[in-house]
């Protein structure tokens, strides 16, 4: 059968305004249906990992955005003495919108020699000694750095916030690449925001073993009567809460999705028929010529699967290009959800395109396949 893809080829190019139509309307939807996929893939890879299992946020009470929670820094003191946590992270958040934004830049600002221990960060540019040695020096991800267009040595100001690049970093977590990190006590001094002695939250990486929902409640009981009351949470349910409603928003462009791929059935499917229409006695010659019903509805078929995947490998390859590119990131309340880019992602794609372009030809290849030489002879 695949001997005469020469000849589907011609039919194709036959009326080569009605196929680039078609493949540039699967491609617009195959777009979509791409970055769809990226942003739940980003949604489903943020909590996920056995570090962010071992890990708890410790947040102010009562308080949802980073910038209104201020603990005291001693605390994290007291909680890296407590049996079973291995490290305790004082950290300053900064960020440019608490809202949800397509631009959410976030500042971390941490003592330089537990960067290395809770992040597993490699630097793709500058280097580390240059990052610990220089007060104001910070360290980018990629995404940002693309997004940005950053580069090590450079300037970089996000309202009252001015720091020098000493190095950019590629991250496991797509969504780490998307923060900028940063010294504590730069960011507590900077002019504006001046909290020494204060951080917005404390991270808690426990030692194996540990129960995370217990150590929870001790360390909240720790503080309960304390100046600032805390309100402790595993990483994942704390990052998860914060995006609450990008997540259920996410949730629902899955329909935005399957939209896309019924838009490409639909496409393909009536381009196909109106094919079929149109070669009408031409399938009639071919069938007196010794061609098969069967060799027919083939024909047919191999042509509307190679529309489907052109439109759809179109699709696909230029979103997973600008997406790896630009480096999107959704985020809110100081949580980024990065849009995600996988062989997986273009696995998916690929199938469903071919799924489509198989189930959108059969009706036309039927119709083909089954119509009788002499009624079809007569027709116009």
């Given at each position: 059968?695949?001997?005469?893809?020469?000849?589907?080829?011609?039919?194709?190019?036959?009326d080569r305004t009605r196929t680039f139509l078609t493949v540039s309307g699967a491609a617009v939807a195959m777009f979509v249906f791409t970055v769809v996929g990226a942003v739940q893939e980003g949604m489903a890879?943020?909590?996920?990992?056995?570090?962010?299992?071992?890990?708890?946020?410790?947040?102010?009470?009562?308080?949802?955005?980073?910038?209104?929670?201020?603990?005291?820094?001693?605390?994290?003191?007291?909680?890296?003495?407590?049996?079973?946590?291995?490290?305790?992270?004082?950290?300053?958040?900064?960020?440019?919108?608490?809202?949800?934004?397509?631009?959410?830049?976030?500042?971390?600002?941490?003592?330089?020699?537990?960067?290395?221990?809770?992040?597993?960060?490699?630097?793709?540019?500058?280097?580390?000694?240059?990052?610990?040695?220089?007060?104001?020096?910070?360290?980018?991800?990629?995404?940002?750095?693309?997004?940005?267009?950053?580069?090590?040595?450079?300037?970089?100001?996000?309202?009252?916030?001015?720091?020098?690049?000493?190095?950019?970093?590629?991250?496991?977590?797509?969504?780490?690449?998307?923060?900028?990190?940063?010294?504590?006590?730069?960011?507590?001094?900077?002019?504006?925001?001046?909290?020494?002695?204060?951080?917005?939250?404390?991270?808690?990486?426990?030692?194996?073993?540990?129960?995370?929902?217990?150590?929870?409640?001790?360390?909240?009981?720790?503080?309960?009567?304390?100046?600032?009351?805390?309100?402790?949470?595993?990483?994942?349910?704390?990052?998860?809460?914060?995006?609450?409603?990008?997540?259920?928003?996410?949730?629902?462009?899955?329909?935005?999705?399957?939209?896309?791929?019924?838009?490409?059935?639909?496409?393909?499917?009536?381009?196909?028929?109106?094919?079929?229409?149109?070669?009408?006695?031409?399938?009639?010659?071919?069938?007196t010529l010794g061609f098969t019903w069967q060799c027919i509805f083939g024909l047919v078929m191999i042509e509307s699967l190679i529309v489907s995947l052109t439109g759809g490998a179109v699709g696909i390859g230029?979103?997973?290009?600008?997406?790896?590119?630009?480096?999107?990131?959704?985020?809110?309340?100081?949580?980024?959800?990065?849009?995600?880019?996988?062989?997986?992602?273009?696995?998916?794609?690929?199938?469903?395109?071919?799924?489509?372009?198989?189930?959108?030809?059969?009706?036309?290849?039927?119709?083909?396949?089954?119509?009788?030489?002499?009624?079809?002879?007569?027709?116009?």
């Amino acid at each position: 059968m695949w001997k005469f893809l020469p000849y589907v080829a011609k039919n194709l190019w036959r009326d080569r305004t009605r196929t680039f139509l078609t493949v540039s309307g699967a491609a617009v939807a195959m777009f979509v249906f791409t970055v769809v996929g990226a942003v739940q893939e980003g949604m489903a890879s943020l909590n996920r990992g056995t570090q962010t299992e071992r890990t708890l946020i410790v947040f102010q009470a009562n308080r949802f955005c980073p910038g209104t929670s201020r603990l005291q820094e001693d605390y994290a003191r007291t909680i890296a003495k407590l049996p079973g946590v291995q490290e305790a992270v004082p950290i300053k958040v900064f960020m440019n919108n608490c809202r949800a934004s397509l631009d959410l830049v976030v500042f971390h600002g941490l003592p330089p020699k537990q960067l290395q221990k809770i992040r597993d960060l490699k630097l793709s540019a500058g280097d580390w000694p240059s990052f610990e040695k220089q007060r104001d020096a910070a360290v980018v991800g990629q995404s940002l750095a693309n997004r940005r267009r950053l580069s090590a040595g450079q300037r970089f100001s996000i309202g009252e916030v001015t720091v020098t690049i000493a190095g950019v970093f590629t991250a496991t977590n797509a969504a780490e690449e998307s923060f900028v990190y940063t010294h504590l006590e730069f960011l507590q001094r900077t002019p504006g925001i001046s909290s020494v002695g204060t951080v917005t939250q404390i991270e808690v990486l426990l030692a194996a073993g540990s129960d995370p929902m217990a150590m929870c409640r001790t360390i909240d009981e720790k503080f309960r009567g304390g100046p600032i009351r805390t309100d402790t949470r595993p990483k994942g349910v704390f990052q998860s809460r914060a995006v609450g409603d990008l997540a259920d928003l996410i949730g629902f462009a899955q329909y935005l999705g399957y939209a896309c791929v019924v838009l490409v059935l639909t496409l393909v499917g009536t381009t196909t028929l109106m094919a079929v229409q149109d070669r009408v006695r031409e399938h009639a010659i071919l069938q007196t010529l010794g061609f098969t019903w069967q060799c027919i509805f083939g024909l047919v078929m191999i042509e509307s699967l190679i529309v489907s995947l052109t439109g759809g490998a179109v699709g696909i390859g230029a979103a997973l290009a600008v997406l790896s590119w630009n480096g999107l990131a959704v985020g809110s309340e100081g949580v980024t959800i990065a849009f995600s880019t996988s062989p997986m992602l273009a696995f998916i794609g690929m199938t469903a395109t071919s799924i489509v372009g198989l189930v959108a030809g059969v009706l036309p290849a039927w119709t083909a396949a089954r119509a009788e030489i002499v009624e079809s002879l007569r027709s116009l």
